[in-house]
């Protein structure tokens, strides 16, 4: 429930002119903070289960972390990213959505708007608690706790990670991935309301 969408956020940032901004900065900046932990944890979590697995995802990881984000490394990343964008990436969430049967949830509706309530105020409510404890205003602590609470892609990934071995089972992978698009969803519209809240 900790992960954060960077990869999602980066661009709700770039599409409201918010990259480089302070509260881009800040946002970003705790998102990446965010995924280092909440990695390192699942990491540990599946090394007891697939140690080979473990090792190839830390590395990979662990080497993205470190490569300069100019020169060689822009270059790899420009090339990658078209694929990934036009091909893996909507191939990768298609193979989810197979993998999400809302048939599961009959009788377990009620447990599934808890998990997304603890989800919603576990993150995003902390965080805007984080931020008026810093002296932000409303809106401002409103923006970072919608924006910090989307989770998409990255959730998903360890979401699959947990189903393939067997730290998950279909029906809590359905609850899980239904938060994940629902949280992430809603980051633009809690953004533009905390527009509204912001003095002009």
Excluded at 74 to 90: F, G, H, K
Excluded at 138 to 158: D, Q
Excluded at 162 to 187: C, D, E, K, N, S
Aim: positive net charge.
């Amino acid at each position: 429930m900790s992960i954060t969408a960077f990869p999602v956020l980066a661009r709700i940032l770039a599409d409201r002119g918010l990259t480089g901004t302070p509260l881009g900065a800040l946002v970003l900046s705790a998102g990446a903070l965010d995924d280092v932990a909440a990695w390192l944890v699942v990491c540990g979590l599946v090394w007891a289960f697939k140690a080979e697995a473990t090792l190839l995802i830390s590395v990979c990881f662990l080497a993205g972390l470190f490569l300069s984000p100019s020169g060689a490394a822009a270059r790899v990343r420009a090339r990658v990213a078209a694929w990934t964008d036009a091909l893996l990436l909507p191939v990768y969430f298609a193979t989810s959505g197979l993998k999400t049967s809302i048939g599961l949830l009959d009788g377990s509706w009620g447990v599934f708007i808890l998990i997304l309530l603890a989800a919603t105020l576990g993150k995003g409510g902390a965080c805007w608690l984080a931020a008026r404890l810093d002296g932000r205003p409303r809106g401002e602590a409103l923006a970072i706790g919608g924006l910090m609470n989307a989770r998409g892609l990255m959730e998903l990934v360890i979401l699959n990670l947990g189903l393939a071995h067997g730290l998950i089972q279909p029906r809590l992978f359905t609850m899980m991935a239904l938060m994940a698009v629902a949280t992430t969803f809603a980051a633009a519209p809690i953004y533009e309301w905390s527009r509204r809240l912001s003095p002009r």
